[in-house]
């Protein structure tokens, strides 16, 4: 019943900047930290960023180096992930998740995220 739903990803040159969108449904979107994370062809997932129920806290993976913002909107059930200075190895496709905590995105500790999107793609070329 829960849909979690990506946008925004899309070919762009590096140095540019593209901002995805998470539109949650069938949850009670502000009981969730929402996290975006990402995988690229032959590489683990990685946590790319999370923010707390009400916005509060954020977190970024360190790749990140102050390049992405983590955003919610709660009052449309929305999480944005606005990213600039994109670089090739930011190609991925991005999903975004919706979790107990923001540590469990983070990594800090294990567990199960509660539901994820069917990720949205996004390439970046050189």
């Known amino acids: 019943q829960v849909q979690v739903v990506e946008s925004g990803g899309g070919l762009v040159q590096a140095g540019g900047s593209l901002r995805l969108s998470c539109t949650a449904s069938?949850?009670?979107?502000?009981?969730?930290?929402m996290g975006w994370f990402r995988q690229a062809p032959g590489k683990e997932r990685e946590g790319v960023s999370c923010?707390?129920?009400?916005?509060?806290?954020?977190w970024y993976g360190n790749f990140v180096e102050g390049r992405f913002t983590i955003s919610r909107d709660n009052a449309k059930n929305t999480v944005y992930l606005q990213m600039n200075s994109l670089k090739p190895e930011d190609t991925a496709m991005y999903y975004c998740?919706?979790?107990?905590?923001?540590?469990?995105?983070?990594?800090?500790?294990?567990?199960?995220?509660?539901?994820w999107g069917q990720g949205t793609l996004v390439t970046v070329s050189s």
């Open positions: 069938g949850l009670t979107f502000d009981d969730y930290a």
């Open positions: 998740a919706a979790a107990r905590s923001c540590a469990l995105v983070a990594g800090v500790i294990e567990g199960p995220l509660d539901a």
């Open positions: 923010i707390s129920r009400r916005g509060v806290s954020t």
